[in-house]
């Protein structure tokens, strides 16, 4: 799995950085065969005025299928990617067990099992 990590209006620390890393490695590792590179980008949305305005969009290319987007807004960093990395997850989850339930259709032809 290949991070990679973005900032537009906002400044990243290392710290913040690894942490993005660690958590993506922890939500999305279980489908590490099936994904290819994940890119992170972050935004602070209303700039210098504050507020609950950090965005998060990742971006899951899946060696199968489409691109996975997913976009978050949070207070801080660590929220905004715990929220974006357990969405994707979701997403991926769905995504797999749709593409297995179609291969056990057609390769059955029988819709009942």
């Known amino acids: 799995m290949d991070i990679e990590v973005f900032e537009r209006n906002v400044k990243l620390t290392s710290d913040q950085k690894a942490l993005i890393s660690r958590r993506l490695e922890f939500a999305l590792g279980r489908f590490e065969m099936h994904l290819?590179?994940?890119?992170?980008?972050?935004?602070?949305?209303?700039?210098?005025?504050?507020?609950?305005?950090?965005?998060?969009?990742?971006?899951?290319?899946?060696?199968?299928?489409?691109?996975?987007?997913?976009?978050?807004?949070?207070?801080?960093?660590?929220?905004?990617?715990?929220a974006a990395a357990d969405r994707a997850a979701r997403t991926i989850a769905r995504r797999l067990q749709r593409s297995r339930d179609r291969r056990g259709l057609s390769m059955s032809g029988d819709p009942r099992g």
């Open 36 to 82: 290819g590179n994940i890119q992170a980008t972050f935004c602070d949305l209303n700039g210098p005025r504050g507020g609950c305005d950090l965005q998060c969009r990742l971006q899951v290319s899946m060696r199968v299928g489409r691109e996975v987007l997913v976009s978050e807004v949070g207070e801080t960093v660590e929220a905004s990617i715990t």
